[in-house]
């Protein structure tokens, strides 16, 4: 009944924007996008109060074993399913790679926020933005909202934007930042992962099967695996047991992988979206999907192409066992728009994963008889 | 008469709202976020006219909508300024993936990474547009100015960059391609075609760059093995600026004073140029082989194939032959270099009888008294005594078969 509800708003809130054409002075929600609520708040995905984020009944949290580096922000993330004709929840469809298949009428939900102090993350959580993966017959769609100042909406915003923002971090740190929110255009440059379509790219087996600790309507939490719970309440059509699904490292916690098993899976997340054979990083060569073996497409004794002043003076993407001459390392060093990768979505540097980068290379194998450093 | 009231104001509003789509954008408090919204929202086929005046531009501006045009009212007019460009808002000025993109009539100055680039689409046109770093030559400038990546149609006619840290206009690992009657300078590279197939340069004034022209086929790239280029009637004159790409950059190997360079590049004719007062060479013709970079590419061919050099005028240049590739030349016959410089590299596994086959020869003629030298680093690699030649008779006749004009259809306003 909840989604029902849910939807009835949603549909009375596109119509006012349809006819408004420009139905705020904003401008957002105009051209292709007059059909989306201008606010967060109508596509009823949480129930009480927005900024809790409490889901509404069909709205599934869930985490991912290592996430997009975002500038420190923590996302919460959530998904609803569209109903079928029988009125039960259309499944998405298990793949063992890649996203999964999600029916037309999904909604993915991440929500961008910083705790005031990362020592008690808990507390004094402001959420500034919330991205929607709209699925649509025709496909994906992106769509940026914005958290109000008072913290009771977002609202839509395609042109994106800068917000002002600033936290204790877990060292103790006051950290003053312009984060910035993508426009609608850019959530297509990460999300168009084959050059074509946009898709997710976050709700995969690998990165799903971790446990959750969701809560119990008596108040009490309960702490399951992500992918045998979606198996069990109908939102994922044939998952095998997650002991026999793939699981991916978190990226920081030593004993989930070997230092190339995690920093091949943050490459995976933080760059193969573009840096695939497909992706809109192909045209340099580097390939950074995990499960391949190419040294060259992994940037081993591979020239730039395009890099510009991002080489930073370096010869080679990356040169084994010397992450200082390697030109991946100082791309990932660097908030220059000229030199910094990604080059969207990171105006700091993640400096705990650059360690993890910096050992990579560090104990990287030596090049192999066809490798020349000329 | 509260809901009139009501009604009345929102209708206002509306009105003014949609008006204002078709209205030129001007200049104001949010600069990214009206040209952005504009970008955004725009249908499929949309002329957005700029006004005339200085936008200021704090994130890329993106573009994914088929067909649009952007427009200002002239490149000394409307001035889109990326100098307070923030961390994490996009690597360029302008990114269109969408196909049939136009953009004219406007300058787009001071990015801190690329300055318009287009990607992975069908139909690009830049036309009067100058990008610019206004410092001038800066090894933190920007990398290309104008950049099209894997697009098939190609025009870029009449603009001009100055100050790229790699190369003003570098088209790469496209199709049907025609560059011509722009000008470039103080760039390190004027003009790169990279890893392209059929590819008309002319009427270009290519002058103070480190290199003026660059036709290359670069290892490592999903787009491999660019030819049939046709260059011509270009002017490329003293292109002597000291080289400040930054290392590891393939730019960053031109020597200062490099006029036109082809390298790797297949079927490739030259005729109808002034190539003047280029330091250290003219022109010049190399295997990918002779620059000593490493690669790992079984699929590419680094041998330059099929090169017709003719009815071009020579004048000065090649007095201070510098870098390694000069150096060779230096130790082994001394003096400045000839106009025309080859390395003498060919697949040897594609000799005939010891020749190599007539589709795949260098041919030199009716260039005046332009002087010529083949280093025949060949035999160097192959480890024997270089035979080094300035004898233009074995080089004498035509390419059997020449490159064919490019046809871009009507998708670039039906150019040529």
């Known amino acids: ?374 | 008469m509260k809901h009139n009231l009501l009604c009345t104001s929102v209708c206002l509003l509306t009105l003014s709202a949609c008006a204002q789509e078709d209205a030129t954008l001007r200049p104001g408090d949010n600069d990214h976020r009206t040209l952005q919204e504009a970008l955004l929202t725009a249908e499929p086929g949309a002329v957005i006219e700029l006004a005339a005046g200085h936008f200021e531009l704090d994130a890329t501006l993106s573009l994914d909508v088929e067909g649009v045009t952007l427009r200002g009212q002239g490149m000394d007019e409307t001035i889109l300024d990326f100098s307070s460009q923030a961390p994490g808002t996009g690597g360029e000025g302008i990114l269109a993936t969408a196909d049939d993109f136009t953009v004219e009539n406007l300058a787009v100055e001071n990015t801190r990474g690329d300055g318009i680039k287009v990607e992975g689409t069908t139909g690009a046109a830049f036309r009067s547009v100058r990008v610019e770093w206004t410092n001038g030559p800066d090894t933190n400038n920007g990398a290309y100015g104008l950049y099209p990546v894997q697009v098939t149609n190609v025009l870029i006619e009449n603009s001009q960059v100055r100050g790229a840290s790699d190369a003003g206009i570098y088209v790469g690992q496209s199709a049907n391609v025609v560059v011509r009657r722009n000008e470039v300078w103080e760039n390190v590279a004027g003009i790169e075609i990279e890893n392209t197939t059929g590819a008309d340069v002319y009427g270009n004034r290519a002058h103070g760059n480190t290199g003026g022209l660059l036709v290359f086929s670069l290892p490592e790239l999903p787009v491999k093995d660019g030819r049939d280029a046709r260059v011509y009637d270009n002017d490329i004159v003293e292109n002597n600026l000291p080289n400040f790409g930054k290392e590891g950059a393939i730019v960053s190997t031109i020597p200062a004073g490099s006029g036109i360079i082809v390298m790797a590049s297949d079927n490739v004719e030259l005729f109808g140029n002034r190539i003047h007062n280029n330091q250290n060479s003219n022109l010049a013709v190399i295997s990918y082989l002779s620059t000593g970079r490493a690669y790992n590419d079984p699929g590419y061919d680094p041998y330059t194939e099929g090169v017709y050099i003719h009815g071009n005028e020579f004048v000065g240049g090649g007095e201070s032959p510098n870098g390694d590739f000069a150096d060779a030349f230096v130790a082994l016959a001394g003096g400045a270099f000839p106009d025309i410089v080859w390395d003498g590299v060919s697949n040897p596994d594609k000799l005939v009888e010891g020749e190599v086959p007539a589709d795949l020869r260098l041919y030199i003629e009716n260039n005046g008294d332009a002087d010529f030298v083949n280093l025949d680093l060949g035999s160097v690699f192959a480890g024997g005594e270089p035979n080094v030649s300035t004898d233009l008779a074995a080089h004498q006749g035509a390419l059997p078969a020449v490159p064919q004009p490019v046809d871009l259809g009507a998708a670039t306003g039906g150019a040529p």
């Not at chain 1, 869930?62 to 420190?72: G, K, M, R, W």
Request: net charge negative.
């Open chain 1, 1 to 374: 009944m909840a989604l029902r509800r849910a939807q009835h708003a949603a549909l009375a809130i596109a119509a006012l924007a349809l006819a408004g054409c420009a139905a705020d002075e904003g401008g957002s929600g105009q051209g292709p996008f007059a059909r989306y609520p201008a606010k967060l708040s109508a596509w009823g995905l949480f129930d009480g109060e927005l900024a809790h984020h409490i889901p509404a009944g069909g709205v599934e949290p869930y985490d991912l074993n290592t996430a997009l580096f975002s500038d420190y922000a923590l996302k919460f993330r959530f998904v609803r399913l569209p109903e079928g004709p029988d009125g039960d929840v259309e499944p998405a469809l298990y793949r063992e790679e890649g996203p999964f298949e999600f029916p037309v009428g999904t909604v993915i939900s991440k929500t961008f926020a910083y705790p005031a102090d990362f020592r008690v993350p808990q507390d004094g959580l402001r959420p500034l933005e919330t991205r929607l993966l709209v699925h649509e017959a025709d496909g994906w769609v992106g769509l940026p909202y914005i958290w109000n100042a008072e913290l009771t909406d977002a609202e839509l915003e395609i042109v994106g934007g800068p917000i002002e923002v600033s936290w204790i971090d877990a060292g103790g740190a006051r950290i003053e930042h312009t984060y910035r929110v993508p426009n609608a255009n850019q959530c297509k440059t990460c999300h168009r992962t084959d050059g074509e379509r946009v898709l997710p790219i976050g709700p995969q087996a690998a990165q799903l099967n971790r446990e959750y600790t969701y809560p119990d309507p008596d108040g009490t939490t309960l702490e399951e695996n992500q992918l045998e719970r979606w198996r069990r309440i109908g939102f994922l059509e044939g998952t095998p047991p997650a002991a026999e699904a793939p699981r991916a490292p978190v990226w920081n916690v030593a004993p989930s992988g070997s230092v190339d098993e995690r920093a091949r899976t943050w490459l995976d997340v933080n760059c193969a979206h573009c840096h695939n054979l497909t992706g809109s990083g192909r045209t340099s060569g580097l390939d950074l999907r995990k499960g391949h073996r190419d040294r060259t497409r992994l940037g081993i004794y591979k020239h730039p192409v395009a890099a510009g002043l991002g080489t930073g003076d370096r010869v080679y993407a990356v040169v084994p066992g010397k992450p200082e001459e390697s030109i991946l390392l100082y791309r990932l060093e660097s908030t220059h728009p000229g030199i910094a990768m990604p080059e969207i979505g990171r105006g700091l540097v993640d400096v705990e994963a650059v360690e993890l980068i910096r050992q990579w290379i560090l104990e990287m194998e030596p090049p192999g008889p066809r490798e020349r450093a000329g």
